[in-house]
């Protein structure tokens, strides 16, 4: 994941700031020193639980124990101690939603993955007299089975007496970050229920005006006030360290930062100015534009969300466009068709053809994300013909990323008035040159990963830095940013143009596939 000699290059040289990155598909612990270069860092993947087609959930207990080990691991392969570490900062993946008994600390069900499509019939319903944006000036989100507020309504209604507990106060609902922040601060024994405003504004709960959650939505939805966690900025110290296992180990470091992983990885990005954007490449794309204190309503498909906030500072706002479905496809390709060993090995089968040979693939697996909001869509590869060989249908792949990646770009420019100049980059798709450079191409921009891809655990990192004194200002920050490549545009435009057409044409052929009513199970 990192150099070999990253892991050597710092002993000694503390202070420290650890970071939690709470993912998809795995969890894992990143120690920086102050340059923001990994010290050292550990990994583990989680089990993913398919019920239902549709149906994505994760064992919380599974994941908060892989937490513990990957922090406790991280810290001894950099050969330090508690005192060589100053704050631990937490990101993770957002949306996915987690109910649990606040007097036993036990889930009262899986959690429901944020990628889990199960509440599309409850979002409809939600939606019935006013559609798909009744939340939306408060919110910044459309109704979509993508947020987490409904996906808490569909375990209360589905688990027995699990409303009553919850109206009783018994119950405590939360995101990922909340669920770690809440184990790492004690649990049954006073951990601290918290959630910072970037995770709040993904429930569909949360007012982006006032930053509180909003009972009226909440009333709405059919989600208890009582369960819902206290809001707070992104950097502050929540608490500290103590019980469990980290307890000994780490006992006393405080946890000083939580970040939505996109948002996580704009902070890592540096993107402080407004009109910065990043993309992150990973089991989705994520990408975010700053867009300052200014809340802008998206008339384009985008999401209005909350960028940051430090401390008592001004919240950030951002323009976000995601897409379900981009480094999953190489993986499906990969798992369920076995057309590639590994994930490395697309890059080799799509560069043996020149082009796609007129074969698309859109990969609306759980509908389409921004800028459509189609849960009614499902994947299709078009433009098929005999000629076309597993390399074109590789090469169809990589393109997927690129074009809707390219729909977002153009959804921010129209909403902000901005053109992108250029695009930070960031995940692991990154390290695919190809894929690098058609997304050059396609967007008519440069694209620029930075030396250090791991910005998502490097943002919450940042922030837990700024919340305890380690970093002074955004300006320090700024200054750890080193380039590591660049690509520039090197198509005609005659070519995009024609290719952004039928792209586009494939994308209307995925609509309409799932019928109103029939619902999946």
Request: glycine letters at 10%; proline letters at 3%.
């Amino acid at each position: 994941m990192t150099d070999a000699h990253a892991a050597t290059h710092s002993h000694g040289t503390g202070p420290f700031i650890a970071a939690i990155d709470q993912g998809t598909t795995s969890s894992r612990c990143i120690v920086f020193d102050r340059d923001g270069r990994i010290v050292s860092v550990d990994q583990k993947e989680h089990e993913q639980i398919f019920p239902k087609p549709g149906w994505v959930e994760h064992n919380a207990t599974e994941i908060w124990t892989n937490v513990e080990e990957v922090v406790a691991s991280a810290i001894e392969k950099a050969g330090i101690t508690r005192d060589d570490i100053k704050a631990i900062g937490i990101t993770n993946q957002r949306e996915t939603t987690l109910l649990w008994d606040k007097n036993t600390g036990e889930p009262v069900h899986n959690a429901l993955v944020w990628q889990d499509t199960r509440t599309d019939a409850l979002c409809k319903e939600l939606g019935r007299n006013v559609g798909q944006d009744r939340f939306r000036r408060e919110t910044g989100l459309p109704l979509a089975s993508y947020f987490a507020g409904p996906k808490a309504r569909w375990l209360l209604d589905n688990v027995e007496g699990l409303r009553e507990r919850a109206e009783a106060g018994d119950i405590l609902f939360g995101t990922m970050d909340s669920w770690v922040i809440w184990n790492l601060t004690g649990g049954v024994n006073g951990g601290r229920h918290v959630t910072d405003v970037t995770n709040a504004s993904r429930t569909m709960l949360m007012n982006l005006h006032t930053m509180q959650w909003d009972e009226k939505i909440a009333e709405s939805i059919g989600v208890p006030m009582a369960m819902l966690p206290e809001i707070r900025s992104s950097a502050e110290v929540y608490g500290e360290i103590t019980g469990g296992k980290l307890g000994d180990l780490l006992g006393g470091i405080p946890v000083a930062s939580a970040l939505g992983d996109q948002q996580a990885a704009l902070f890592g990005q540096t993107c402080f100015a407004e009109g910065e954007a990043k993309s992150t490449y990973g089991t989705g794309t994520f990408m975010l534009m700053n867009t300052g204190d200014k809340l802008i309503n998206s008339y384009s498909g985008l999401l209005t969300t909350v960028g940051y906030q430090i401390g008592d500072q001004k919240p950030v706002y951002a323009l976000e466009g995601s897409i379900a479905v981009t480094g999953s496809l190489v993986q499906w390709m990969r798992d369920q068709m076995g057309l590639i060993k590994s994930a490395a090995e697309i890059e080799t089968l799509a560069l043996s053809v020149e082009d796609n040979g007129g074969a698309y693939f859109v990969p609306a697996f759980s509908g389409l994300f921004a800028p459509y909001w189609r849960p009614d869509a499902r994947g299709v590869i078009t433009g098929l013909t005999r000629y076309v060989t597993k390399a074109h249908i590789a090469r169809a792949v990589l393109e997927a990323t690129a074009w809707q990646t390219r729909e977002i770009s153009d959804a921010m420019t129209k909403d902000s008035g901005v053109e992108l100049t250029a695009l930070k980059v960031d995940g692991g798709m990154t390290s695919n040159n190809l894929l690098m450079q058609t997304l050059a191409d396609v967007l008519d921009a440069p694209v620029v990963r930075p030396m250090v891809a791991e910005t998502t655990c490097l943002g919450a990192a940042y922030a837990a830095g700024l919340a305890v004194g380690f970093w002074t200002n955004t300006e320090d920050l700024r200054a750890n940013w080193r380039r590591a490549a660049e690509w520039t545009p090197n198509m005609a435009a005659e070519t995009r143009d024609r290719e952004y057409k039928s792209w586009l044409k494939a994308v209307e052929r995925t609509m309409g596939w799932l019928e109103d009513d029939a619902d999946e199970e």
